[in-house]
């Protein structure tokens, strides 16, 4: 193994791959290819991975809603199709009775779901927009971007049903000028004028998308006549919860106090993000599993590739294996020269691959951005894996580079020399 | 300096046995320059194989500076291969992306002697066979004389006890043949011992013995006067 650090072993190979050009080069195309599309693809893979982690990240996983829809079982004397409205009064009950939630945000809204609109009004335009009635933790639930020097609704905004609102980025658009202050700014909304306090932009996919009107829920209770009822509410269980026992449990509690059967499942609506996030994770580490698989098969194919020129290769220079060999080089010397050949191939061809790809993710990279418009957010490769698939390239090199090594030392010195 | 001793030699060919060596018995001094002659079929390229250590006898001892080459391993027979012998081939067989230097330097690099040391026995070498100044040259910018030297410079590069030349002139015009036999015979006054394969008689009596090889036997063995090269180049 001693010859494997000598100057002079890799004078000689260089001597033989720089000698056979176009050889080395399409050998190497094929390793380069591979993981050139390793490097990417899994670049790529990570960068969605990295994207959908970002939209959740602003949303709490373990966050469900809730809206009453109709009953499908008769029950105490009630008949089947019975509405059922929810209330503040099932809030209260239910942020006394289940000690899983951390939050509970009772939301109304109108524009939604067959209800009118809100008609906002600034100067002489106007619009027709959905509008919310919210507490201040829905924030926490359902992030959103404030601009710079707005706020979102708070406690005292709800305390004394102020008259203001936060409006979506794109009402603004509609009704602001470029660089127009909206903050302090007073609009009418069905009539009523509102003070705007914030402009805002969603993070991630909601109702609300970016022209909805947010109002104090108290305010909205009083405007629109809601009384205590409300649209849905949004419940994050406590982080060590799972939010789906969370959600069997807020709606045993509902069923019981709304006279409705166990067993029926009509009465509440839900949805939870707990198994939506399982599913994406499950999604994500599938395009994970698929690009490794895709990557490494790759890699096999341009290492076999590799394999395949050399073993031709050794056919082509038998002669010259010969003649090495009656110049007095041992089995070993021709096999260790021909292995080395092929690892250093690989490894020359990986490294150019690992190269092109990271340039690639590079470009890539700073083309999107932080654009939301392309679910790709840092596309990079772990340093492990581009060692360890290194490595094995390498490896496999090796393994593949036996097969022409032993073949080359297979055949008989006088059988390379014979005179054709 | 050779010593074989009722040497045999069959080929299987398929199912029939093709016996090419029938009981050899010959040797060859320091400093020799023995002819072996024969039509094709004669068994003498299996002779030079089997005394170049590329191809073994079935039976029959042989014996090179004293010492037994028998049973070798393949490492083993090129470890001897390369301290005992040089080979020069009909068709040069020089390696085709290596300079002529780095030709001539390959069985020194089998050696493992320093680069240093290995160029500048190349050079010394290449200037025996009077192509100092072709030494960058890769085979393709030589001419079959040329090349057939920078083999020869090869051959000697490792300093071996016997030099093997395969039909050194069966792929050139008779001028080179005669510039290539000159070389050869300069080198065997220097007290080299080389065996030539050949068929063409007038190389044969180039040399100073011809052993005459025939179905497998030698027919004759005689001492020749020499013909000088020189007076030809």
Known sequence: MKFIFERDTWQEIYGAIRKNKIRTIITVIGVTWGVFLFVVLLGMAKGLDNSFRSQFNDFATNTMFLWGQQTSMPNNGFKRGRGMQLTLDDVEALESQVSDIEYIAPRNVTGQWGTPPGQFVRGSKSGAFKVFGDYPTIDKVSKKKIFDGGRFINEEDIKYERKVCVIGEDIYKQFYDKEEEAIGDFVKINGIYFKVIGVYKPTQQGFEGDDSIFLPFTTFQTIFNQGRNISWMVITAKADKNIVNTEAKIKTALKRMHDVHPDDDQAFGSFNLGEEVAKVNGFLSGMRLITYIVGIATLIAGVIAIGNVLLITVKERTREIGVRRALGATPAEIRGQIMLESIMLTFIAGLIGFVFGTIVLWGVNSAIGNSDDVPILNPTVDFFAVVGALLSIVLLGTIIGLIPAQKAVSIKPIEALREE | ?233
């Not at chain 2, 009722?6 to 320059?33: A, P, R, T, W």
């Not at chain 2, 050696?111 to 160029?119: G, I, L, N, V």
């Open chain 2, 1 to 233: 300096m050779i010593e074989i001793k009722d040497l045999h030699k069959s080929y299987q060919m398929g199912s029939n046995s093709l016996h090419v060596l029938k009981g050899i018995n010959f040797s060859v001094k320091e400093g020799e320059l023995v002819a072996i002659m024969g039509s094709s079929g004669s068994g003498k390229s299996t002779l030079l194989n089997i005394l170049g250590m590329l191809d073994e006898a079935d039976t029959g001892s042989y014996f090179l500076d004293q010492v037994p080459i028998k049973g070798l391993n393949e490492t083993k027979a090129a470890q001897y291969r390369n301290k005992f012998l040089g080979f020069v081939f009909q068709s040069f067989n020089l390696i085709n992306y290596k300079s002529a230097l780095e030709n001539v330097a390959l069985p020194l690099y089998y050696q493992r002697k320093k680069r240093k040391e290995r160029t500048e026995k190349a050079m010394e070498y290449l200037g025996k066979v009077s192509l100092a100044e072709w030494a960058t040259h890769l085979p393709s910018e030589l001419s079959g004389g040329q090349k057939q030297r920078v083999a020869i410079a090869r051959a000697l590069a490792a300093d071996p006890k016997v030099l093997l030349a395969d039909e050194p002139t069966g792929a050139l015009d008779s001028k080179t043949s005669y510039e290539v036999m000159d070389i050869i015979q300069g080198i065997n006054d220097e007290g080299k011992t080389i065996l030539v394969v050949t068929h063409e008689e007038d190389i044969a009596n180039m040399c100073k013995r011809i052993v005459h090889l025939k179905d497998g036997v030698i027919v004759e063995d005689k001492a020749v006067e020499q013909v000088r090269a020189s007076q030809y180049v």
